[in-house]
């Protein structure tokens, strides 16, 4: 009797107890195989001898180097694609123009061409024996080899994240808060900063976090371009490589790690502001 | 403000959205463009508010060429088919921004600026809901509000595009009268667009009927009614 007015007053969209328990079992059976279990065996892996040998490898110059090297990459890259991506987004969602469709499928670009072909661009681009790598070298300031290479290869990886996070929010929400400010008599400045940006903020900041999260993480291009000079241009992901490689293990898992903990900080913070602004948030979605 | 329109024209791609097409509008009307869907309607308010700028031809206020002049400078209180409210901001600020937008120099002081957005909350007699968000109102209160927000600038003119079509049959009567008496209030010329012959006749001065992008009869609407001057206007006042 009770088991069928339960039944009785389940909710159209709900599911039975035991459908719901195996989904959710499912869900995190996934989640256990995929993401925690590897997460807990690279910990288990550092901190295999113990935490004193650990922190003694993360202390090594060429260690605290790929964490330097790593942090400056996305410090530079992030912020210049969150640029790019807005500008992106704003051209193809307000304006009219016929190469709209080719230029969308430009920006996705980066994700279908495997990034070690996008560091040999860059290699051939600014390689020595190309014009401009050639005249660049003579000035003194090589791009391959160097940083600006890295930070070309990772913004190239990272590029449509931004861009591709704001271009749905933004078709969707028209061109009309943009035009009513503008005949309300704000500067198309004013009208960005506080309708368009406002609008897009918790899209930009995905965007801006999964952009972040792949360039600290990007290995392919970055490893074309490098040259992985221990010290100097060896990033984490391609330190922690080299490690492994020279049987390094607690070294190489304890890098791997930070690396880690990195990605994990970001979703934090990410969490955190979600959580601070969620009035908003809810504002937002009910217009 | 007087409002005339000298043969203006307007192109989109190979599509002619407005034949040359000329209007007066005298100062302190109260005016419809009324017209099917594709009739240039819209297009002809645009272009009246510095969104779009005509192909060919001039758009004069009060006698002077107001054809190049941009959309900030129209001074044009324009109320949008959806409302288009900024999501984010209260309704306070919604209606506050035209005037926080205003160079230092001409902006009005915090006070002053609470004072008259009060003022403007009483007009449309939704007052108290300065702290509410957009997506909190119904339907009536967001056109209200949009309305508000678009008297704050003091304009020269009020556009509305299509200002009851999201609404209910009984809050589209109500605020048929809301705006008339806003209009009666203020004395802005108004130009508003709609569909609804019912509406364009009971609400205007004058009704303007279009199709194709052209003009196909001006008049009052009683005279519109009487005597359609071609055949799209007798079946259009039909249908």
């Keep these: 009797m009770s088991d069928a007015a339960t039944r009785c007053f389940r909710p159209a969209t709900g599911e039975p107890p035991a459908a719901r328990r195996a989904l959710i079992g499912l869900a995190f059976a996934g989640l256990a195989v995929l993401v925690f279990a590897p997460l807990a065996a690279v910990f288990a892996e550092a901190l295999a001898d113990g935490l004193g040998p650990s922190l003694k490898s993360l202390a090594s110059p060429d260690a605290r180097a790929a964490v330097r090297l790593t942090l400056t990459i996305a410090a530079i890259s992030v912020p210049l694609n969150a640029v790019f991506g807005i500008a992106a987004a704003w051209f193809i969602t307000k304006f009219d123009f016929r190469a709209k469709a080719f230029l969308i499928t430009l920006i996705d670009l980066p994700f279908s061409v495997s990034p070690v072909v996008a560091g040999l661009c860059i290699v051939l681009m600014f390689g020595t024996d190309s014009l401009v790598g050639g005249w660049l070298v003579a000035q003194g300031r090589p791009v391959v080899f160097a940083l600006p290479g890295i930070v070309l290869a990772t913004m190239f990886v990272t590029f449509p994240f931004v861009a591709r996070e704001l271009i749905p929010v933004m078709i969707e929400q028209g061109r009309a808060e943009e035009e009513a400010a503008l005949t309300l008599g704000a500067s198309g400045w004013r009208t960005f900063r506080t309708v368009t940006l406002p609008n897009i903020r918790w899209a930009l900041l995905y965007g801006v976090l999964l952009c972040n999260a792949r360039a600290m993480g990007e290995f392919g291009a970055v490893s074309v371009v490098s040259g992985k000079i221990r010290g100097q241009t060896a990033t984490m992901p391609t330190t922690i490589e080299m490690l492994y490689q020279e049987y390094l293990p607690v070294a190489a898992f304890s890098l791997a790690a930070v690396l880690a903990l990195l990605a994990l900080a970001t979703l934090l913070l990410k969490t955190a502001l979600e959580l601070r602004h969620a009035d908003q948030l809810a504002a937002a979605h009910r217009h | ?239």
């Design chain 2, 1 to 239: 403000m007087h409002i005339e329109i000298d043969e203006i024209s307007k192109q989109f791609g190979t599509t002619a959205a407005l034949h040359p097409v000329s209007l007066s509008i005298p100062s302190g009307a109260l005016v419809a463009l009324l017209g099917p869907s594709g009739s240039g309607k819209t297009t002809l308010l645009r272009i009246l508010g510095g969104l779009e700028f005509p192909t060919s031809g001039r758009v004069r206020f009060d006698g002077q060429d107001a054809t190049a002049l941009t959309v900030q400078d129209r001074r044009a209180g324009f109320v949008f088919q959806s409302y288009a409210l900024f999501r984010h901001m209260t309704v306070f600020d919604n209606i506050a921004y035209g005037l926080n937008a205003r160079p230092r120099a001409s902006r009005p002081t915090m006070a002053e600026i609470a004072r008259r957005v009060t003022k403007l909350m009483e007009l449309i007699q939704l007052p108290g809901i300065g702290a509410r968000y957009p997506g909190q109102l119904s339907g009536g209160q967001r056109q209200r509000v949009a309305l508000a927000r678009a008297l704050a600038i003091e304009p020269r003119m009020l556009l509305l595009d299509e200002p009851f079509g999201a609404l209910d049959a009984k809050v589209r009567k109500e605020l048929r009268q809301g705006l008339r008496d806003i209009h009666d209030t203020t004395g802005l010329t108004t130009v508003f667009v709609t569909h609804d012959q019912e509406e364009a006749m009971e609400l205007a001065d004058l009704v303007v009927v279009m199709s194709m992008g052209r003009i196909e009869q001006i008049g009052k609407p009683q005279d519109i009614r009487a005597r359609p001057a071609t055949p799209f206007v007798r079946d259009f006042l039909t249908a």
